[in-house]
């Protein structure tokens, strides 16, 4: 048996967003620098520019840097709204290092060339998320038009690092590429290897059938072709080829992995479902280097989402993937060797980008830091 890191977040939306301090969240000032590599630094400390003029690279001014602290500061509130305060804890060693990242991520796309996103966008967006639904959070469906990515000057084909800077609003990033290309965004149907291949608008890859479907309403019927939405399990009865999607189970709730009588437990809520009483139980937190997996004499039927009954937090994921247990391991910083295998893993919004297809052992690199070829001018594309 195999085990995936658990989804250290969820693809967050097409267009990034934030929203000004609120009463209901605790607003600081500048990421804290002391938690961030190179480039990660400059990409900061060039918030302080100003320039009325075309955005080029590494022009963020004031005003976007500001929008990316509350941005990051919503999305961190948001994900442990979500999830009963336990996203944040598993994916990052404190909120201070989520609001650190995601504002590395929206900075990093503000300031990247051609892109459409702006800080007022971003502030309108911001407002969408934080009266939307976590159903809606999580799928981006019910969208706010703010939060969806302007179309860009670069046409089909260019390189890209974000979809704002593509007419089609589409960037698509392969799995081991260092950067993006315009493309149609995917419509029901297209072939997909995971939901990020799917366009982010209300479509998941269904696994059944390896393509893009839209996602379903709650308490929808739903197959191969009909997906449920976050929080639901498709349930289906024996023999049957269609069930309708139910509501993840709350801890002490009965639960089934084969989704036949009951339906999957909310491991977002860190519960998972033992074959020994079919009832969602806590899983057990674990942390850097300790051990990781399957607890002795349980078997973990949670086939979405986490599958260890031992769960890392604090940032870390449990490595090697090809054991029933492992140990957790803290993700390498920006720049530095990881494996998807073996790990290290990488710290969003790094990813590990292998040497080659053939290898699982890469680097963690930031999409748009330090890769020129991936945001050229669109005066320069096609350039000799």
């Given amino acids: 048996m195999t085990f995936a ?15 000004p301090c609120l009463a209901a969240f605790a607003c600081s000032g500048p990421a804290d620098l002391r938690t961030l ?60 290092e989520c609001i650190a990242r995601e504002a590395l991520s929206c900075v990093t796309s503000l300031q990247a060339p051609d892109n459409a996103a702006s800080a007022a966008g971003i502030e309108r967006c911001g407002a969408g998320i934080m009266a939307g639904s976590c159903g809606d959070f999580f799928d981006h469906t019910n969208l706010p038009s703010s939060c969806v990515a302007r179309p860009g000057p670069r046409a089909n084909g260019a390189a890209c690092a974000f979809n704002g800077q593509c007419d089609s609003t589409w960037c698509y990033l392969a799995t ?35 393509a893009c479907e839209p996602v379903g309403a709650p308490g929808s019927v739903c197959d191969g072709t009909h997906l449920c939405p976050y929080e639901e399990s498709c349930v289906v009865p024996d023999g049957g080829t269609s069930g309708l999607c139910t509501v993840r189970g709350a801890l ?33 937190v674990a942390y850097a280097e300790q051990t990781c997996g399957i607890l002795a004499g349980v078997t973990v039927n949670d086939v979405k989402g986490p599958s260890h009954s031992l769960i890392c937090y604090g940032g870390t994921d449990c490595f090697p993937t090809t054991t029933s247990t492992g140990f957790c391991t803290p993700p390498a ?17 790094a990813r590990c980008v292998p040497k ?13 830091v330090g890769t020129d070829e991936c945001s050229p001018p669109v005066s320069a594309v096609g350039d000799d």
């Fill in 252 to 284: 002490g709730s009965a639960c089934d992995a084969k989704l036949t009588k009951a339906p999957l437990c909310a491991n977002d809520f860190g519960y998972f479902c033992p074959s020994a009483t079919d009832i969602c139980a806590p899983v057990t």
């Fill in 333 to 349: 910083a920006d720049g530095q060797p990881c494996d998807s295998v073996l790990g290290p893993s990488c710290e969003n919004p």
């Fill in 5 to 19: 890191p658990p989804l250290r977040r969820p693809l967050i939306f097409l267009t990034l967003a934030a929203l």
């Fill in 176 to 210: 081991n590429a260092t950067c993006g290309v315009c493309t149609t965004r995917p419509e029901a149907g297209a072939p997909c290897a995971a939901n990020g291949d799917c366009g982010g608008q209300s479509m998941h890859c269904s696994t059944s059938i390896m």
């Fill in 356 to 368: 080659n297809d053939a290898s699982t052992a890469g680097t963690c690199l930031i999409i748009g």
């Fill in 37 to 96: 590599d190179e480039p990660v630094k400059k990409a900061v400390h060039d918030a302080g520019k100003k320039d009325s003029g075309p955005k080029d690279a590494g022009d963020v001014d004031a005003a976007d840097h500001a929008a990316c602290n509350d941005y990051a500061a919503i999305i961190c509130a948001k994900l442990d709204s979500c999830t009963g305060n336990v996203n944040v804890a598993e994916n990052y060693s404190s909120n201070d």
